[in-house]
């Protein structure tokens, strides 16, 4: 550690004002504050601070992450072999899983973290924490199969258009992870949907099918999983979002440590919930029939609720206003998912639609609070 | 009559070297400075030269806005020093003091038998009226303002802040006098709100008396004005803290401007953490002598979450503080201190990310360290979850920070004071500095609406 530290505090003058790489400042510093937590000390305000940070925040989503994403993984390695119909052990399956899946995560943190270090450098700001749990987010969202060019490109494109071009951190209108998913899909949408890319390999070996739950019952077919199967994970699908027990696990953390808005989880589960249950009564069709509390299970939706619709930044801020929109979240997904055929994955399309209804949402409910305060003003002048 | 108020929102922070409840005297210090920079908003006029003999109660400077609001010497001696910092802005007043004290008379009466223009006049006379404050823009209060009500708290919910019940123990009936005074100067009701903790607050007279629960800051009076009585547009309330009353009320009983109070001398750094009686404005090298052993320590006139640093050779208490706080500077690094739950022991969060809050009653050594750097605001909910006012904190500083006056109003800029975002500055996750934020917007405020 100290060796750490002393290692630091020999190269830091050459990157303080003045140093002969002052300018690449911010990429040092990134590297510094990530070993350790700055000796920066109160200037105004408080004179003290909670042990919270930026970093703290998105590590601890990163953490919530990990039990969905080695079991995901290991799923790649299943779900390919066991539809070869060979035989594997679990390290076969996580083996195949992490040569398939780590590039990915390679790809997604080289391309994003490049870009924001270079506009941390030119711009001369902080290298922000953001993509952080981002670069993390997207490959967890892609099929197994996505060429790595492919990734890269719609990482460029969400971190250059759905972030830095509104001003970066903080300042995006739309999750930037679901903004690079959107990009590889409606550009590259033999590679991102149909049913030949949720199992490695589907493409090309024809003992495969790809085929998800969601697929299978848009065109009037049987699920073919048992609900055992769905909840813990035993299905196709991208790497992170099909075992809802791990996702669960997550969300846990993510509750227990207070950094996810428990408000938006339980607002998108019930407005879900209900469009499920609208759509039961109705019973017109497979996907319709699909009972409401198995569309909770399948699919990105409690991928999507747990941690892409309680990003802070793109979500709604007030309290009231988590609700309402975790609540739209939850009821356009299932809606997008039944009446889109040809799309039935609907919570990335309800998610992006969500964030940008989210400023309007709470600008509604801002405005009850500044109805109130008129109000008062009033009826005290009347009295007055 | 009394109601009781719950304040549910918020975060008490428990730290380590509460002051004893033992009072000592503090050494007579040599040297005393009065700082326009405790009195928000007022530009001084100089009524003094270097060299000239004042005794308690002369006039210092004024406010140059204002002519009736005199500031006045808390200590008889002579005026050695006008401290002046860039553009000659006057820092300090110094005065060497002499060994004893003259006290200029401005006569004794009793507050419930004069009329409220003599009494203001007193009042503004002594230098006392530097006590009254205002809500909004929490500078002191014009006194040809009407005030609607008048506020005191007599607790403090800060972090290691003094009790004032033992702070005024014997002073009750010079408490009593300044409440009398008080209520003559507002058409309104003057409240007084009392914790659970029984005292003699709940005994005084003339007040409405307010019980108020919960957790830091239930103790702010601008928390308790939003739950008893939310300030609209236009209107001004007056606030008062408690020692500070018995001083307006020494006034009426003596004749004379006594500044003195009782102060807490706190935090983990202290030997023996315990209280003092002082003066305003008393310079701090007496005071401190021996009383801190270590070094790389933050001295910080006021409470860890409000006070201002200051240094301990020649810098001087402020003047409306009841405490001295001092804690462990943290200029050190601190290895992936990102980790969640590591280190909970010594790393206090509001957020769950650290054992912390399952430790409610353990006393937490903090030091100044920063724990992060400054970032973009990502994180919502937390400040609201430390905001028991009813306002969007968030949306507010943001509006400040877009300089955009209506949306200030309109978000209720009026109702808040930078105490009342203390807490949002000890629990950013992007380390804002909401303090100075929301000064800067009610200075704003002050400038275009007045």
Known sequence: ?384 | MSEDIRIKKGLTIKLKGKAEETISAAPRSGIFAIQPKDFHGVTPKLTVKVGAEVSVGDVLFYSKSNEQIKFTSPVSGTVTEIRRGAKRRILAVVIEAKSEDQFKNFGKADPLTLSKEEIQAKILESGCWSFVNQRPYDVIANPEDEAKAIFVSSFDTAPLAPNYAFALKGKEAAFQAGINALTKLTKGKVYLSVNETASFFSKTQNVEVVNVKGKHPAGNVGVQISKISPINAGERVWTVNPQDVAIIGELFLSGEYKPNRVLALAGSEVNAPQYYSVTAGQGLDSLLENKINKDNVRIISGNVLTGDKVATNGDFLGFYDNIISVIPEGNTHRFMGWMPFVGSGSIHSASKTSFSYLMPNKEYTLNTNLQGEERAMVVTGEMEKVMPIDIFPMQLIKAVLAKDIEKMENLGIYEVAPEDFALVDYTSSSKIEAQTIIREGLDIMINEVG
């Open chain 1, 1 to 384: 550690m100290k060796f750490i530290r002393n290692t630091f505090d020999k190269y830091k003058p050459l990157f303080d004002k003045g140093g002969k790489y002052e300018k690449m400042a911010p990429a040092f510093n990134a590297f510094d504050t990530l070993m350790f937590v700055p000796n920066h000390t109160t200037k105004q305000g408080a004179h003290i601070r909670d042990g919270v940070d930026l970093k703290r925040v998105m590590i601890t989503v990163i953490l919530a992450l990990v039990p969905a994403l080695i079991f995901g993984m290991w799923n790649v390695g299943y779900q390919h072999f066991s539809q070869l119909g060979e035989a594997g052990t679990f390290i076969d399956y996580l083996i195949y899983g992490s040569v398939k899946f780590i590039p990915m995560v390679v790809v997604s943190y080289g391309v994003g973290l490049g870009i924001e270090f270079a506009f941390g450098v030119f711009r001369g700001h902080d290298i922000n924490e953001g993509y952080l749990v981002s670069g993390m987010l997207i490959p967890l969202i892609m099929p197994i199969d996505l060429p790595l060019w492919m990734l890269g490109i719609s990482v460029a494109f969400a971190v250059l258009i759905g972030k830095e071009a509104f001003g970066g951190t903080g300042m995006n209108i739309l999750n930037p992870a679901l903004v690079a998913r959107a990009f590889a899909f409606f550009s590259y949408a033999p590679s991102m949907s149909g049913d030949k890319v949720w199992v490695s390999d589907a493409a090309t070996v024809d003992a495969i099918s790809g085929e998800t739950i969601l697929g299978s019952l848009a065109q009037n077919k049987e699920a073919g999983y048992s609900v055992l199967d769905m909840f813990m994970g035993y299905i196709p699908g991208s790497v992170g979002e099909t075992s809802v027990l791990m996702i669960l696990i997550g969300a846990a953390f993510l509750l227990f440590t207070g950094i996810a808005s428990w408000r938006i989880m339980a607002g998108s589960v019930i407005g879900g919930a209900l469009m499920g249950l609208i759509f039961n009564a109705l019973g017109l069709n497979a996907l319709m029939n699909f009972p409401w509390w198995q569309h909770l299970l399948v699919g990105g939706f409690a991928f999507g609720v747990v941690f892409m619709a309680t990003d802070p930044v793109s979500a709604a801020q007030t309290d009231k206003g988590k609700w309402i929109y975790g609540f739209f979240i939850g009821l356009l997904a299932i809606m997008i998912r039944v009446f889109n055929g040809a799309y039935p994955e609907g919570m990335m399309m309800a998610i992006l639609l969500m964030n940008v209804f989210a400023p309007t949402i709470d600008h509604y409910v801002i405005q009850g609070n500044i109805k109130r305060r008129k109000k008062r003003q009033k009826t005290n002048l009347e009295t007055a």
